[in-house]
C-alpha cells in the first residue's frame, strides 16, 4: 500500500496486488499500457508506472507557485494549494477597479520565477513564449513557385 506525505509530496511503498491501486492510478496505468484492464499488467510494472507518474507531478508543483511583486516593495507569494483565480483576484485588487485604476504602479506576476504577465503604469505587458515559431513570408519563394 502507498502512503502519501504531504509535506514533500512524495508516495512510499509499493502496491501488493491490484486492487489496492485506486482509480486515479488505475487511469494512468491504462493510458500509459494501452490496456483495457489493470489486472492484465503486471503488478511490478503498475508499480513503476506509478511511480514515474508520481515523480512527474512532483516536479510540475514548481509550476504551481505563483509571486505578484508591486513596485512598492510588496511581495505576495501563492503556493500550490491556490488556482490562478485566486492570484488574479489578487493582482486585480492591487490594480483597481477601471474608473479608479493605478496607474502609478508596477505590478509583475511571476509563475516559477518567470514572468506571465506585467502592469506598468497603467499599460499591460504580457511576454511572448520563449518556444514560438515565427514564419515569415518570403518574396522570392512565392516568385519561383509561379
Known sequence: MMEYNPETHEYTGEYKNHAEIPLEHRR??????????????????????????LEFQ???????????VVSDGRKFSFDWRHDLDDVL???????GDYPNKRTDIIVCLKQANKIVKAYVKGMWYIPK???????KPSSNRMSQAS
Not at 494512468?28 to 513503476?48: F, Q, W, Y
Not at 512532483?58 to 505578484?68: D, Q
Not at 483576484?89 to 490594480?95: G, L, N
Request: hydrophobic share 45%; proline share 4%; aromatic share 4%.
Open 58 to 68: 512532483k516536479s510540475c508543483l514548481a509550476l504551481m507557485n505563483y509571486e505578484i
Open 28 to 53: 494512468v496505468i491504462l493510458d500509459e499500457t494501452l490496456s483495457k484492464r489493470v489486472a492484465k499488467v503486471p503488478i511490478a510494472e503498475c508499480n513503476e508506472i506509478i511511480r514515474e507518474h
Open 129 to 135: 513564449p520563449k518556444d514560438t515559431l515565427e514564419i
Open 89 to 95: 483576484v489578487q493582482f486585480d485588487k492591487i490594480i
